[in-house]
């Protein structure tokens, strides 16, 4: 009989806000920057314990001495303003990624148009280009957001149900989600054959997959680390020649990066705000928020405390920002 892991693992008693301080202490974590009391008031109201300790990760902890496994240099205000500063980054990245999907949209009608489609045949080649399970999936969340049930968009619904059952490429564009909309940039790739439009396709992937992690709320810098999150795949060719073209070759350290997912995708959404994003306003408006978020970032003590680690991901990233948004 298969034993089920989690029917067996140790279950966690929930914590008191006292609770959780001693055990920060209890693991090398200490109070000297941000009191006890404080740091109380902070898990109190204005963040929890999971999403504040989750920065933990990216120290190092004690191997032998009197406190084998503990916490090396890390003061409860160094996981407050790591968190302050990922809230920050997050913002700024899902503008970004909401734009980039935006813009996103309106090239690939401009592309539709300069190979002559017809706006509604395209739309149907595509869902019979797909199997028989997401063709469903996408039509089924169609009719229930246009339809009259409690399911009814607010905000789309007439529109959907008004061409309902016979989208054209401008109307299919705005109702569906971002991730149709990037497998319809693949769809188009190998009906026109553009191998570029096919490495565009793997950066609006990545795009998606970061929106998804900010539209959510989602940690970003606990997962800076080496340890953490690691690629299954390359970057992007137009990414990568980008990066060695504006002065970041490939180098050992690049590599290493640009294996950790969420650097990755950081990677293909400040790429796709430069090259997808035509207005200079909107990238002006772009790169002055990665510019506040750099400004308030190095303006904390957090990383000048913080190990050669932590602060090299944070190089990285303000590396990408002066490539592809820099201010103007």
């Known amino acids: 009989m298969a034993i089920d892991n989690a029917s067996v693992r140790m279950k966690k008693p929930m914590l008191t806000v006292g609770e959780q301080i001693e ?3 209890s693991r090398g974590v200490t109070f000297e920057l941000c009191s006890e009391e404080a740091a109380a008031s902070y898990l109190e109201h204005a963040n929890n314990y999971l999403r504040a300790a989750a920065y933990r990760k990216l120290y190092s902890r004690q191997v032998d001495g009197p406190n084998p496994g503990a916490y090396i240099n890390l003061d409860f205000e160094d996981l407050v303003e790591l968190s302050s500063i990922d809230r920050r980054l997050r913002e700024a990245l899902l503008a970004a990624t909401i734009d980039v999907e935006h813009f996103a949209k309106v090239e690939l009608l401009r592309r539709c148009g300069n190979h002559s489609e017809d706006g509604y045949l395209i739309v149907t080649d595509y869902l019979e280009s797909v199997s028989p399970y997401q063709r469903a999936r996408i039509e089924g969340a169609l009719n229930a957001r246009g339809g009259d049930g409690r399911a009814h968009d607010e905000y789309s619904g007439d529109l959907i149900s ?5 989208y054209p490429i401008w109307v299919f564009l705005e109702v569906v989600e971002f991730g149709v909309l990037v497998d319809m940039w693949r769809y188009c790739s190998g009906r026109w ?23 959510h709320n989602s940690l970003i810098v606990n997962g800076f680390t080496r ?3 690691n690629a ?24 290493a990066k640009l294996k950790n997912l969420r650097i990755a995708q950081i990677a293909a959404t400040l790429y796709s705000v430069s090259e997808f994003c035509q207005l200079d306003t909107t990238r002006e408006r772009h790169a002055m928020r990665m510019a506040a978020v ?4 190095e303006s904390r003590g957090v990383l000048s405390r ?8 944070f190089d990285f990233v303000w590396k990408m920002v002066d490539i592809w948004l820099p201010r103007g």
Do not use: W
């Open 23 to 25: 055990h920060l202490k």
């Open 162 to 166: 008004h061409y309902h059952g016979s």
């Open 232 to 255: 299954d795949y390359q970057v992007s060719r137009c990414v990568s020649v980008s990066l060695t073209q504006n002065g970041m070759p490939k180098t050992k350290p690049r590599r």
């Open 227 to 229: 340890a953490v999150g």
């Open 306 to 313: 913080a190990n050669g680690g932590i602060t090299s991901f």
């Open 294 to 297: 750099r400004s308030y970032a």
């Open 193 to 215: 054959d553009d191998q570029a439009m096919r490495d565009e396709h793997y950066v609006l992937k990545s795009v998606k997959a970061l929106r998804n992690a900010c539209a």
